[in-house]
């Protein structure tokens, strides 16, 4: 039964996968290799949420029989009750059946083989290790390498990895002859194992402590604010004028990329050895610079310098633009991202300040940009009351309960150490629940807590400015850099995380000091912080004091304070600054607001032009009502065919200025009917167009702010 309900879990764990990977991700652009490697190290990380309270159910009901004498297969071990069973029957007078001792312990739904949950973690952890400290961090400098082969890249991913490897072999190294000068080290396969598994695990340990300071304070605090939708909007705003200054920059920074492949372009004829490599960049390129690039030809200046051309005319050369590109782009469709993201935020904000303000009792959509039918789910006026009034209560009781919740994990946290008496409130949960034998009730608390403590670890990763560079990013937005750095931080704090739980839960016998604590199938696999004394002697002083510093930190915004005064700016609630960045961001709403009303205004006069001119009625030969018979239409190949007949009227024609407007602007949409290929051929009417982006980094990207190119593994 528990092989089955530990079976279940584990596929709806891949489904969950399955679904977020391909909620962030795109299978269709990116390599199969990137999807197998991000899958695998997100399903092994989030898999330990099924699978840690299933072990800890277990290790309850293991710890319960052998408090009452029993082995694990059933068996009485008490060498009196079994004296007493055998002599009963001959202080009896009728023939009798030896009494047998009923179970103490009830046995749990989710009870598998001892022997198979450890191969399931030996598994998990192993997997998970090499992905993180081997794999995936040669696959993500891989993936930012400028050259343009397979072993050229491997090389390059190598190189840039050379003094991370060195690093860690330095500290294994050194703990290696600190154990055999102690004398607490045998030279053997178990012994090694043990080494490098509590050497990864002390690393991830110190590393999640810093990050969950952050979250245990951020993540409530964020929940309530987000019932505080005006003082949400002014950050919003201030996010939009930092994010649109960012999305300048690196425009720039790719526009000037592009100057140098332009430059190389022009000094690299085709025929040359190096004209390959620069169809190969050129190819990753935005496709309007490549349209330019095609136009204007690559002939170059016939008074051009010979050393100019030596110049670009080298692998090394070639290689650096190649590598410039890559990250350019990237950083560009990084922030088309984000700004289409918080575009999204601004409008739906401001929706629900204007409907809050109008007084009608009904939720309005006023931002073209949310616009959308309603799904009939709820009544107008219940939607209005569930919006403006009832979410943001649930919200700010939401956030008062994870605000509980931190201040119990940061007080269990900092007295895990103490087991006489026993201080750690989920301790006390925990041992209430054994006692009366509440598996269900343990394994809700466990999943409860761990996905909490997975919360507050990982919320940190990507709200601190030092981790923005990395973004996950829904509607298949994420590149794959991104998805990769997200698989190797999950592998590497997720044993940190289960060993941080084990410790606030006391199952962990080596940090609450309990030594009738039986180890769980976990701890047997990854071993303990003690291996090395002065970490393990160490720890319970300086984990609780670094945790409640960071905490405080946060909760004062510290940092924050800091950050202003060295003119990184931050959101604060007085400074000149501040508020000057949220007018520019309430402008550039404004503006975009102005810019999606011009695209809808010109679309409906476009669907306006299509019904007008397919209507039945219409005369082929004079574009006008009547004579066509009441079936005739009036489509795009007859005006075609009368104006390749006809000379074109003056009314037709476009004047010239207005000829060299149109030859600079693009349609907002596409349409592969007759109707609009006769308006883009005759009827323009400028409102219904929209300028092309200048030659920076939005000219490659399409609506959704993906950039039209291959996969960054296709060179496999």
């Given amino acids: 039964m ?123 952890y192993w997997t998970s290790f090499f992905l993180t400290w081997l794999i995936l961090p040669f696959m993500q400098s891989y993936a930012m390498a400028g050259e343009f082969t397979v072993l050229g890249k491997c090389r390059r991913s190598l190189i840039e990895n050379a003094i991370f490897y060195a690093s860690y072999i330095l500290v294994l190294l050194a703990f290696f002859f600190y154990l055999l000068a102690k004398g607490a080290f045998e030279l053997n396969m178990n012994s090694i194992s043990t080494l490098v598994i509590t050497a990864s695990n002390t690393w991830g340990m110190f590393f999640m402590v810093l990050l969950m300071g952050y979250g245990l304070v951020e993540v409530p605090r964020y929940i309530y604010e987000l019932s505080r939708r005006e003082n949400r909007l002014k950050r919003t705003y201030f996010q939009v004028a930092k994010l649109h200054s960012e999305k300048c920059d690196a425009s720039e920074a790719l526009e000037d990329v592009l100057d140098e492949i332009k430059h190389a372009s022009s000094k690299i004829k085709e025929g040359s050895f190096f004209y390959p490599q620069l169809q190969t960049i050129i190819s990753k390129c935005p496709p309007a610079f490549q349209d330019r690039l095609r136009d204007t030809g690559r002939g170059g200046s016939s008074s051009a310098s010979r050393a100019k051309h030596e110049e670009y005319a080298n692998m090394a050369t070639l290689v650096k633009i190649h590598a410039q590109l890559l990250r350019a782009r990237q950083n560009v469709w990084r922030l088309e991202a984000k700004w289409e993201a918080l575009l999204k935020k601004a409008f739906k904000l401001e929706d629900l300040s204007k409907s809050k303000s109008s007084g009608q009792k009904e939720y309005i959509r006023y931002s073209m940009g949310t616009r959308a039918p309603k799904s009939g789910i709820m009544p107008p006026m219940i939607e209005y009351y569930w919006r403006i009034y009832a979410t943001p209560r649930l919200l700010q009781a939401l956030g008062a309960l994870m605000g509980v919740l931190s201040v119990t994990l940061v007080w269990s946290e900092g007295t895990f150490f103490s087991h006489d008496p026993t201080l750690s409130i989920y301790a006390l949960m925990m041992n209430a629940f054994a006692e009366n034998y509440r598996y269900l009730l343990i394994q809700i608390l466990s999943v409860l807590l761990l996905l909490y403590i997975c919360l507050c670890v990982y919320w940190t990763v990507f709200r601190v400015r030092f981790f923005n560079y990395y973004y996950l990013s829904p509607h298949h937005h994420t590149d794959e850099y991104t998805l990769l750095f997200s698989g190797t931080l999950l592998c590497r704090l997720t044993p940190a995380v289960c060993l941080n739980f084990l410790g606030v839960v006391h199952m962990d016998s080596h940090i609450s000091g309990n030594n009738k604590q039986l180890p769980t199938a976990f701890t047997q696999v990854m071993g303990h912080l003690d291996l090395v004394s002065f970490i393990a002697d160490g720890f319970n002083i300086y984990f609780p004091l670094i945790l409640v510093i960071l905490c405080l930190c946060t909760l004062f915004n510290v940092g924050s304070h800091l950050l202003n005064l060295v003119g990184i700016q931050q959101f604060v609630c007085e400074g000149d600054l501040t508020t000057e960045l949220i007018d520019e961001g309430h402008q550039l709403i404004k503006r975009e607001h102005k810019r999606i009303e011009r695209e809808n205004k010109g679309e409906q006069r476009r669907r306006e032009w299509e019904e007008r001119l397919n209507r039945p009625g219409r005369d082929g030969a004079s574009g006008r009502e009547g004579g066509g018979g009441p079936g005739a239409r009036y489509t795009a190949d007859d005006i075609r065919a009368k104006y390749s007949r006809t000379p074109a009227r003056p009314e037709a024609s476009p004047k010239p200025a207005a000829a060299a407007a149109a030859s600079r602007l693009q349609p907002n949409t596409s349409s592969d009917n007759s109707a609009s290929e006769l308006l883009d051929d005759d009827f323009v009417d400028f409102q219904d167009y929209r300028e092309l982006p200048s030659n920076n980094g939005s000219a490659g990207l399409n609506r959704g702010g993906r950039p039209n190119v291959n996969s960054i593994f296709d060179d496999v």
């Avoid at 528990?2 to 991700?25: A, C, D, F, N, P």
């Avoid at 055998?86 to 007078?93: D, E, I, K, L, Y």
């Fill in 2 to 124: 528990g092989l089955w309900v530990l079976s279940i879990e584990m596929v709806g764990v891949l489904g969950i996968t399955t679904y977020l990977l391909h909620k962030y991700g795109d299978w269709k652009r990116q390599h199969l290799l990137v999807s197998a490697a991000v899958l695998v190290s997100w399903y092994f990380s989030f898999s330990v949420v099924a699978i840690l309270p299933i072990d800890v159910v277990q290790t309850v009901y293991r710890q319960c029989r052998n408090a009452s004498g029993l082995d694990p297969d059933h068996h009485i071990v008490d060498p009196s009750f079994i004296q007493r069973a055998v002599t009963a029957p001959q202080n009896r007078s009728t023939t009798s059946v030896a009494p047998i001792r009923p179970d103490p312990c009830p046995k749990p739904l989710t009870l598998v083989p001892e022997a198979a949950l450890t191969t399931i973690w030996n598994i998990v």
